[in-house]
T-cell receptor, first 116, second 114 residues
Framework: AQTVTQSQPEMSVQEAETVTLSCTYDTSENNYYLFWYKQPPSRQMILVIRQEAYKQQNATENRFSVNFQKAAKSFSLKISDSQLGDTAMYFCAFIHITGANSKLTFGKGITLSVRP | DTGVSQDPRHKITKRGQNVTFRCDPISEHNRLYWYRQTLGQGPEFLTYFQNEAQLEKSRLLSDRFSAERPKGSFSTLEIQRTEQGDSAMYLC????????????FGPGTRLLVL
């Protein structure tokens, strides 16, 4: 079974501080991509960062970076210098890139609140 | 590139009625996906198209649900004989040809079945 687990339902961080959101996943496949999506309140889902499973180097996008541990099937998101606009639900997801299976499998999400 | 658009943004209907949602993908995106998101949960896959061909359907997609993508452009998702359990956000996403390409999401259609 393909599953994504986000065990922390809510987190809060002070503005300008750093926060790490955790995610674990389970798949028997070897070729897949991992994503973090952000869904602000009443707004559409947008991509934050993606990681190709075959790459050892962790992806970075400005204040966002990941810690990808393939053997442990762990994919955490670090947000540095948190801003009020980072307040949102964050979803971890993966997709297989072989065969006919093209769906994203999402976790339940984590609600992040950035305090002023 | 105007992004993925969905219409309507909100729909309130009575149990037993039929509803239809529309999704317009990013132009030139071959793949189009439908997901359903209930409150406090992550999106769940419903179905996807590559051009006009519907290639995969989830078990969540009961016989009351049907999706089409004529001519490989916009897509419609119809729910017949709606039930209260159908209340959810219905999300559409599109991507380029290859599976590893990023899926870009629309704003969603929020359905409330009374």
């Amino acid at each position: 079974a393909q599953t994504v687990t986000q065990s922390q339902p809510e987190m809060s961080v002070q503005e300008a501080e750093t926060v790490t959101l955790s995610c674990t996943y389970d798949t028997s496949e070897n070729n897949y991509y991992l994503f973090w999506y952000k869904q602000p309140p009443s707004r559409q889902m947008i991509l934050v960062i993606r990681q190709e499973a075959y790459k050892q180097q962790n992806a970075t996008e400005n204040r966002f970076s990941v810690n990808f541990q393939k053997a442990a099937k762990s994919f955490s998101l670090k947000i540095s210098d948190s801003q009020l606009g980072d307040t949102a639900m964050y979803f971890c997801a993966f997709i297989h890139i072989t065969g006919a299976n093209s769906k994203l499998t999402f976790g339940k999400g984590i609600t992040l609140s950035v305090r002023p | 590139d105007t992004g993925v658009s969905q219409d309507p943004r909100h729909k309130i209907t009575k149990r037993g009625q039929n509803v239809t949602f529309r999704c317009d993908p990013i132009s030139e995106h071959n793949r189009l996906y439908w997901y359903r998101q209930t409150l406090g949960q992550g999106p769940e896959f419903l179905t996807y198209f590559q051009n006009e061909a519907q290639l995969e359907k989830s078990r969540l997609l009961s016989d009351r649900f049907s999706a089409e993508r004529p001519k490989g452009s916009f897509s419609t998702l119809e729910i017949q004989r709606t039930e209260q359990g159908d209340s959810a956000m219905y999300l559409c996403a599109s991507s380029s040809y290859t599976p590893q390409e990023t899926q870009y999401f629309g704003p969603g259609t929020r359905l409330l079945v009374l």
